[in-house]
């Protein structure tokens, strides 16, 4: 498997199951509050926006990179509903499944 994505709402459990998946596998665990903390230039006309996708190019930048490195079973949770929409087309052609609180998707 290349990606486990973990989607879900607040306290559904998503950080104890990707962190037990990632204990099973042994691949990686990437949450996307995981990027690191960052100023927004004052010349930003929508902050909110910026942030978001500042957030979002760089989780895919980081999954991107450990699958070139050969690394597998790649857990990635806490995708806002938006994005979600967005990893089939990203993702094509990958070995993943999306799992959100009703089961895989």
């Known amino acids: 498997m290349d990606y486990i994505f973990i989607i879900g709402p607040s306290a559904v459990g998503k950080t104890t ?3 037990g998946l990632f204990e099973h596998y042994r691949g990686v665990l990437l949450e996307q509050n995981m990027v690191p903390e960052f100023a927004i230039p004052d010349q930003i ?3 909110g926006l ?3 996708t500042l957030c979002w190019e760089n989780v895919l930048l980081q999954l991107r990179f450990f699958h070139e490195k050969g690394l597998r079973n790649i857990v990635a949770a ?3 509903d938006i994005r979600v929409r967005e990893l089939p087309l990203i993702f094509k052609g990958s070995d993943y499944i ?3 609180p009703h089961g895989l998707m």
């Open 17 to 19: 199951l990707a962190k």
């Open 45 to 47: 006309d929508d902050p």
């Open 50 to 52: 910026f942030e978001e």
């Open 78 to 80: 806490d995708f806002d």
């Open 98 to 100: 999306i799992w959100g």
